[in-house]
């Protein structure tokens, strides 16, 4: 069922008021409801509502933005215990949405028994119930629904920890139209051939070296190196030509430039680039400037655009 909500005023707010609600709305003692955070996200974007299988989610364009146009969609996949709000702005993904004109589709997980929200992504990550909710499906069929109402192009997955396990179950499960996904502390099933169908697609893998929750070297998944060397193989890349870029400055409390930045994208097919971002003494939740990584995630996905 879809329901567009009403666009509040008649133009943009200034950026420093909509930054304060943003912040005291998403990251307040306890989630927003979905009726609230919709309102606010409505004041300077265009918002429709899904609500698919009792569990709604955001659908959030450009600020009047033609339904005909077609733009890249990005999927916000938020780690276990969070929420789909808190993620967005975290990542710095709604405050990029006017200026880079992408949609951005904000699903949320289901609860556990012990009222935390979830992904069932891998047999590691994170249907600790066993409750074998049918998240790839339920993302699948959002998207089927997205397409009806506006016009999508690309398609990205933006996902932390859990999320970015959800994010390569997306990839390893060939979703429709997926372009690229961008993970955060996160892996892939410990099985290879789990990933066997799937297409061509760009990986960006962020991981900090001192995660001690998804630890950078594995556990019973693979580590952050591994993972990318398991897509650059699977897509044939040559291995032996990976780029040392120039290190990034991502995370403001640790030294800077502390982000080397390794690709592969030689001999790769389609085109896909498979790129690591191995965050020096970084934790697993790194205190990103939001605006910064934001415009460095969205940048990466729309440079496969341009591919």
């Not at 297409?199 to 991981?207: C, N």
Request: proline share 5%; net charge negative; hydrophobic share 40%.
């Amino acid at each position: 069922m879809l329901r567009k909500l009403s666009i509040v005023g008649l133009g943009v707010p200034p950026i420093a008021i909509i930054a304060a609600l943003v912040y005291l709305l998403f990251f307040g003692e306890s989630e927003p409801t979905f009726q609230d955070a919709t309102q606010q996200l409505a004041s300077d974007h265009t918002v429709y509502g899904l609500d698919l299988e009792d569990r709604p989610a955001a659908l959030v364009a450009p600020f009047g933005a033609d339904p005909g146009e077609s733009l890249p969609l990005v999927i916000a996949l938020h780690g276990y215990g969070s929420n789909v709000w808190e993620h967005a702005q975290y990542m710095g993904l709604i405050e990029r949405i006017n200026v880079d004109r992408f949609l951005l589709l904000m699903p949320n997980g289901t609860r556990d028994n012990a009222g935390n929200r979830f992904w069932n992504a891998t047999q590691f990550c994170c249907d600790i119930d066993e409750s074998n909710v049918g998240d790839a499906a339920y993302i699948q069929s959002l998207l089927a629904e997205t397409q009806q109402i506006v016009t999508v192009g690309a398609v990205y997955a933006v996902g932390h920890s859990n999320g970015g396990f959800m994010a390569y179950r997306l990839a390893c499960d060939n979703l429709p139209r997926l372009a690229g996904v961008v993970v955060l502390a996160g892996s892939t099933f410990a099985d290879q051939s789990r990933c066997d169908n799937a297409g061509p697609v760009s990986i960006l893998h962020i991981h900090g070296d001192s995660d001690d929750l998804i630890p950078y070297e594995g556990d019973e998944y693979p580590g952050a190196s591994e993972t990318i060397m398991r897509w650059a193989q699977r897509f044939g890349c040559d291995v032996d030509a990976a780029e040392r870029l120039s290190n990034l400055d991502l995370v403001p409390d640790l030294p800077a430039e502390e982000t080397a930045a390794l690709r592969y994208r030689q001999g790769c097919a389609g085109d896909v680039v498979i790129e690591h971002w191995r965050i020096m003494s970084g934790q697993h939740e790194p205190e990103f400037d939001s605006a910064a990584i934001g415009a460095q995630v969205v940048g990466w996905m729309l440079m496969q655009e341009s591919q």
